[in-house]
């Protein structure tokens, strides 16, 4: 084999290369976000199992907006870190959920900035909410404008 065939296959392969990461790279991206964002929901639907098992045994009474964590932590399935949106990361405990002021309402939990509490549109562009009737979807920010306002005020 001569020197010029050789470096043409090796042009081949590393080009073969290039395209095989180029189409794997931004798959791999999209199912680790799919991934952040089923984790979201498991504690979402966590959150609001827990939050229901408080209401019974405080005879339908919900946590005061300030204390949902502390008061609904017992009731969690998921031991650590309880509160915390995958997709947020970090060696912290932070809580970035928000709980409505009046759970009844449209939705019941959502994604917020663990520092600001103001709603964090982390996946997608897109937030993940626990509406009233316990489903667990994501909305874009007009959706979830739309819904919050509808709802009890945050
Ligand atoms: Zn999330």
Same mark, same amino acid.
Request: proline share 7%; hydrophobic share 40%; net charge negative.
């Given at each position: 084999?001569? #020197?010029?065939?050789?470096? @043409?296959? +090796?042009?081949? =392969?590393?080009?073969? /290369?290039?395209?095989?990461? =180029?189409?794997?790279?931004?798959?791999?991206? @999209?199912? @680790? !976000?799919?991934? !952040?964002?089923?984790? +979201?929901?498991?504690?979402? #639907?966590?959150?609001? =199992? =827990? /939050?229901d098992m408080y209401a019974r045994e405080w005879d339908g009474e919900y946590p005061l907006s300030d204390d949902w964590p502390d008061a609904i932590r017992p009731y969690m399935q998921i031991r650590w870190p309880p509160f915390t949106c995958p997709a947020v990361g970090g060696d912290d405990e932070p809580v970035s959920y928000a709980m409505a002021a009046e759970p009844g309402g449209t939705l019941v939990f959502w994604d917020v900035h663990p520092l600001t509490g103001e709603p964090a549109f982390r996946h997608d562009d897109g937030i993940c909410v626990a509406h009233a009737d316990r489903h667990v979807t994501w909305m874009t920010a007009e959706e979830f404008g739309a819904a919050i306002g509808g709802s009890a005020d945050e």
């Amino acid at each position: 084999m001569n #020197r010029s065939k050789w470096l @043409r296959e +090796c042009g081949v =392969a590393f080009g073969l /290369l290039v395209v095989l990461a =180029a189409i794997a790279v931004p798959v791999y991206q @999209r199912s @680790r !976000k799919l991934a !952040k964002q089923s984790g +979201c929901y498991h504690v979402l #639907r966590s959150m609001t =199992a =827990a /939050l229901d098992m408080y209401a019974r045994e405080w005879d339908g009474e919900y946590p005061l907006s300030d204390d949902w964590p502390d008061a609904i932590r017992p009731y969690m399935q998921i031991r650590w870190p309880p509160f915390t949106c995958p997709a947020v990361g970090g060696d912290d405990e932070p809580v970035s959920y928000a709980m409505a002021a009046e759970p009844g309402g449209t939705l019941v939990f959502w994604d917020v900035h663990p520092l600001t509490g103001e709603p964090a549109f982390r996946h997608d562009d897109g937030i993940c909410v626990a509406h009233a009737d316990r489903h667990v979807t994501w909305m874009t920010a007009e959706e979830f404008g739309a819904a919050i306002g509808g709802s009890a005020d945050e």
